[in-house]
């Protein structure tokens, strides 16, 4: 399942990725924000992490101003792996790399240059191998 969440900043692109999702007849989760009144990044990071840890399978795309507060709020939970995503070759190696589960997007970025970054997470797998040794490093799960 896909899990979305925004700040007020990202609310428009967020939307605007619904759309896109909608069209191809992908379900989405939105747990907000739902408007473009000021809120807190944090709230909605935690909000959809939350989500995305009750199936392994779960992904998120969350959207903020510059996509690194969204980063930031997420990464300090363990069992999830946030990347600044800005293009297709950052958003391909986060996912085949660092098996990254959260796609964070700047809202300035355009309608169409977030899709195919966000096709590009969604069909991109992880490698494992040597990888896979680094993220058990990163969750603490190497002791």
Avoid: W
Wanted: charged share 30%.
């Amino acid at each position: 399942m896909i899990i979305m969440a925004s700040d007020h900043r990202g609310y428009t692109l967020k939307e605007e990725l619904k759309t896109f999702f909608n069209q191809e007849n992908i379900i989405t989760i939105d747990v907000g924000t739902y408007s473009k009144e000021p809120v807190d990044y944090p709230d909605f990071a935690k909000l959809g992490i939350d989500k995305i840890l009750k199936d392994k399978n779960n992904v998120g795309i969350f959207i903020c101003g510059t996509g690194n507060g969204m980063a930031m709020a997420c990464n300090r939970n363990s069992k999830i792996r946030a990347a600044l995503c800005f293009n297709e070759k950052i958003a391909m190696l986060t996912r085949k790399d660092n098996d990254a589960n959260v796609c964070c997007l700047p809202a300035s970025i355009k309608k169409r240059k977030a899709i195919k970054i966000v096709k590009v997470f969604l069909t991109t797998s992880f490698e494992g191998g040597r990888h896979a040794r680094r993220i058990k490093k990163i969750s603490g799960d190497d002791k």
